[in-house]
């Protein structure tokens, strides 16, 4: 939840330095579920590593923006989608369902990955 909370934040403090008004999302709904599952990962990612805004500013800008670029999207029309949908509160939610269902399939798939490898490592645990 505390990463949902740097994601609204960091949301809004990208919203606010585009000039466009946000009239319509730049970025089609499934492109951008993809790109907010990516966001949270890198959110986790930074969280583990113990990553701190005020020690390694540089490096967690450049894990935002590779994310963008990995999806061929701006910063601009990053903001201006979420302007779109911080006005359209309905749509997003239904948007950001599918990124939670999406992360917790990740999360699944990934938690049985790492009990099967320490099954396999370990037999005799019962």
Avoid at 28 to 44: A, C, S, W
Avoid at 89 to 113: A, G, H, P, Q, R
Wanted: contains cysteine; aromatic residues 12%.
């Amino acid at each position: 939840m505390r990463h949902f909370w740097l994601f609204v934040v960091l949301a809004f403090a990208l919203m606010s330095c585009s000039n466009e008004d946000g009239a319509r999302p730049e970025i089609n709904k499934d492109e951008l579920v993809d790109l907010l599952f990516d966001i949270h990962i890198t959110d986790g990612y930074l969280s583990y590593t113990g990553s701190r805004v005020d020690r390694n500013r540089d490096r967690i800008q450049g894990a935002y923006d590779y994310v963008l670029r990995k999806h061929n999207v701006t910063p601009k029309q990053f903001n201006n989608t979420m302007k779109y949908y911080s006005r359209h509160t309905d749509e997003y939610e239904k948007l950001y369902n599918k990124v939670i269902e999406k992360l917790t399939k990740f999360e699944t798939e990934n938690m049985n990955s790492d009990e099967n490898k320490t099954l396999k490592n370990n037999p005799s645990r019962d």
